[in-house]
């Protein structure tokens, strides 16, 4: 593998559009959204660069209007699997051995045809399949994706440039850094573009070949990322583009010998069944497969007495209810100082009741609907058990409906027990539990939310206080891997705020940054002696 140090200048991230009514950019991409909206897309398989049909079919609907067909993709059986691994290892000598500068090239070029031409369909995409509003679809799909095809080359090139040890006059000393020794297996999530993107080409322009496993509630989007990379030079086979069954996929996968490595992101159980399957077939195995994997969370904002009431309201309505509360990081447990909540509690209501639900193409909607009917019943059973429950009140909301798309209105549940269920489990949709606590018990209520939760992803404390708030640091250390102070828990900018938690949310590799790229390296020191011992004698014995 040739790492020349190439050095990139550091990227500036890609400034978002504003979309302003009236505005040409406005015009343009629902343009694009009626065009999308007006059409079905066949959707095949892209294994090897050749675009495979099984005949064995699904729909893709939009979340807010099912009955509205966007087009139709094949689902990939166990040959197909097969030759996704085959068409990856054919494609791996080749890829790895191009100077790594080369690789970067078709990351740094996608990011300048989502930057320009292709933002609008990947916009559209976003906003069709996945129910995006316009600012959300922007923020993933257009800057976020771009972000990352522009901060993972010069990250690359920080660690070729700083990875060379020290010399001596004897000896010429340097560290090759090789991508691994087989194909890395990607599992990407339906709620960010953004992740899908990352997941393959991370590993990508670091050398490494692909097969991916994309989510079938987000494969409008992903379909059109995977022809942005053909445009862009990505070679045949390096990234093969499979949809269908998880469990057929990983059945296969996990089993081949030169499987290398898991990026995941997704659910915390499907995260644990996978690497129990890997510890499984760890005699099978070449190397050691490398596993990074972000997964939930149950994410939290923590009051002091001293916090804003008009930024701490603000924060708690748009970190739990933006795109549907289906982020990571979204915000979805409280914890409130009594003396604060009787404000901040009438805050909340005035700042939900202005959300509008609806398509997520009409600019006046805040929000869309949850991905699909799993999660709409997942969701919906714990705001009608909240409502039976005499340990709960419902602040605001809680309505839903399913019959034209997936709506949940936007849900507070004031809960007396700070380890009601809501408290606790995720539940990944717009559902916001708050607990009320005695001002005198602020580090007791800290230690019971650091307590509380299995998952350890994204938290806040809000406080104009600097000795609660370092105080709230030190306790919530490890209660989450994006840790804010008077701001939501979500929005972590690439080459910003390196993202990801530890706990049951993930390995904590932090996407975005040098420690999630040095997962898909593996480093060979090198070492050549200009004076190698001619005989067997040290200096310390006699003659």
């Known amino acids: ?307 804003d009431t008009d930024e701490l309201a603000s924060a708690i309505v748009l970190g739990a209810f933006e795109y549907q509360g289906q982020k990571c990081s979204a915000s979805s447990r409280s914890y409130i100082p009594r003396s604060l909540w009787p404000e901040v509690r009438d805050k909340i209501t005035e700042r939900v009741a202005r959300i509008k639900t609806g398509d997520p193409a009409d600019p006046k909607n805040l929000m869309g609907a949850v991905i699909d009917e799993k999660s709409f019943d997942f969701i919906v059973s714990y705001i009608e058990e909240a409502k039976r429950s005499p340990d709960v009140e419902v602040i605001t909301g809680g309505g839903h409906d399913k019959s034209k798309g997936y709506f949940i209105e936007p849900a507070v549940l004031l809960c007396r027990d700070p380890r009601y269920a809501t408290m606790e489990t995720e539940l990944f949709g717009p559902v916001m539990s708050v607990y009320v606590y005695n001002d005198d018990k602020f580090e007791e209520t800290l230690k019971i939310c650091d307590e509380t939760s299995v998952y350890g992803l994204t938290g806040a404390i809000f406080s104009r206080d600097k000795y609660a708030s370092v105080k709230a640091s030190e306790i919530l250390k490890y209660a989450a891997g994006n840790f804010y102070i008077n701001d939501k828990t979500t929005g972590a900018m690439v080459g910003q705020q390196p993202f990801g938690g530890s706990r049951a949310s993930g390995t904590n590799d932090k996407v975005g940054s040098v420690f999630n790229l040095m997962r898909w390296l593996t480093p060979r020191a090198i070492k050549e002696n200009y004076q190698p011992p001619a005989d067997v004698d040290f200096p310390h014995m006699p003659k």
């Open 1 to 307: 593998m040739n790492n020349s140090v190439f050095k990139l200048e550091r990227p500036v991230n890609e400034p978002p559009r504003e979309y302003r009514p009236g505005s040409e950019e406005v015009r343009a991409l629902l343009g694009e959204v009626k065009r999308q909206s007006s059409i079905e897309v066949e959707i095949p398989l892209i294994i090897g660069g050749k675009e495979i049909r099984t005949g064995n079919v699904a729909d893709v609907v939009m979340p807010h209007d099912h009955r509205h067909k966007l087009g139709f993709f094949h689902k990939v059986g166990e040959k197909e699997v097969e030759m996704a691994i085959e068409a990856a290892m054919a494609a791996r000598e080749e890829w790895a051995s191009l100077p790594w500068e080369e690789r970067a090239s078709v990351s740094l070029k996608a990011a300048d045809l989502i930057s320009t031409k292709r933002r609008d369909l990947l916009n559209a995409a976003t906003i069709l399949g996945q129910s995006k509003n316009i600012w959300q679809a922007e923020i993933d799909s257009a800057c976020e994706v771009a972000d990352f095809l522009r901060f993972n080359p010069f990250n690359a090139s920080e660690i070729f440039s700083a990875s060379q040890p020290a010399q001596s006059c004897q000896t010429l000393n340097r560290v090759e850094m090789r991508p691994l020794e087989g194909f890395v297996y990607t599992v990407t999530p339906f709620n960010f573009t953004a992740i899908a993107c990352n997941l393959n080409m991370a590993p990508a322009i670091l050398g490494n070949v692909t097969v991916w496993k994309p989510a079938t509630t987000s494969i409008l989007s992903s379909y059109y990322l995977m022809q942005i990379y053909r445009e862009a030079g990505l070679p045949d086979g390096v990234i093969n583009f499979i949809p269908g069954s998880g469990e057929l996929i990983s059945r296969i996968v996990l089993k081949h010998r030169y499987f290398a490595g898991l990026h995941f992101t997704g659910s915390n159980d499907t995260f644990n069944t996978l690497w129990r399957e890997i510890s499984d077939n760890l005699a099978n195995y070449r190397s050691y497969p490398r596993i990074a994997g972000e997964t939930g969370g149950k994410d939290f904002i923590f009051a002091h007495a001293s916090a």
